[in-house]
């Protein structure tokens, strides 16, 4: 596999489940991200981490619990979800967070539907 | 603080004919400024960037886009439209924050680029 690979690539939850999103980079980068995009509504991030580190935590409930095990790995642990979240979830990567010269690289998504 | 205004949220052109996407961005410090598309069930892919080099910037699939700091605007264009370039475009500004540790991508709400035959 190449690239920024997202699993699942759909997914239906309940409000009291626990589900996790998982998100893989074959690109050797250094930073990953969550993004949350919904219909009508600017891209949001959600987390950024680089060298495993988290430096960006945008405001986002507790009930997302990012997870960054190496630097090729990003999960979002999610529970007790609104239908409100359900939206598409990007995850991307890029070489490093701190510099403005290296573009990301996003995976396909995963649709989270909540109800 | 950063901000972009994507003018457009929907262009329509025929196949052949010039396109022009716009945006217009608002930052306290020197941006950087991307424009990515995105195709159905897509991730984004980036279709250039400006880094404070040349300010008209040309990227894959014969898109160019021209900074203009005097009128704060990064406009996407295209001589030629084709049936691919259908799409949802997406005008970013990245500045790094008031740490420097870190830079935050702001998007635009997007265009949707519609290209009839």
């Known amino acids: 596999e190449t690239g920024v690979t997202q699993t699942p690539r759909h997914l239906v939850m309940g409000m009291t489940n626990k589900k996790s999103l998982k998100c893989e980079q074959h690109?050797?980068?250094?930073?990953m991200y969550w993004y949350k995009q919904s219909a009508k509504k600017p891209l949001e991030l959600m987390f950024v981490?680089?060298?495993?580190?988290?430096?960006e935590n945008n405001s986002v409930p507790s009930r997302f619990s990012p997870e960054c095990p190496n630097s090729s790995h990003l999960f979002l642990h999610l529970h007790t979800l609104q239908p409100e979240d359900s939206a598409l979830y990007l995850c991307?990567?890029?070489?490093?967070?701190?510099?403005?010269?290296?573009?990301?690289?996003f995976g396909p998504g995963t649709r989270l539907t909540v109800t | 603080a950063q901000s972009v205004t994507q003018l457009d949220s929907h262009v329509s052109v025929s196949e052949g004919t010039p396109v022009l996407l716009r945006c217009n961005y608002s930052?306290?410090?020197?941006?950087?400024l991307f424009w990515y598309v995105q195709h159905p069930n897509k991730g984004l892919q980036l279709l250039l960037k400006?880094?404070?080099?040349?300010?008209l910037v040309k990227g894959i699939n014969g898109f160019e886009a021209e900074f203009k700091k005097s009128e704060t605007s990064f406009h996407l264009t295209k001589p030629s439209a084709h049936m691919s370039d259908a799409a949802e475009y997406f005008c970013?500004?990245?500045?790094?924050?008031?740490?420097?540790?870190?830079?935050?991508?702001?998007f635009g709400k997007g265009t949707l680029l519609t290209v009839n035959p």
């Open positions: 981490y680089n060298f495993k580190e988290q430096t």
């Open positions: 690109l050797g980068h250094n930073a």
């Open positions: 400006y880094t404070s080099a040349a300010t």
């Open positions: 991307a990567s890029s070489q490093d967070s701190a510099d403005l010269s290296y573009e990301q690289y």
């Open positions: 970013v500004v990245s500045v790094v924050n008031s740490g420097g540790s870190n830079y935050k991508l702001t």
């Open positions: 930052s306290s410090y020197s941006p950087s």
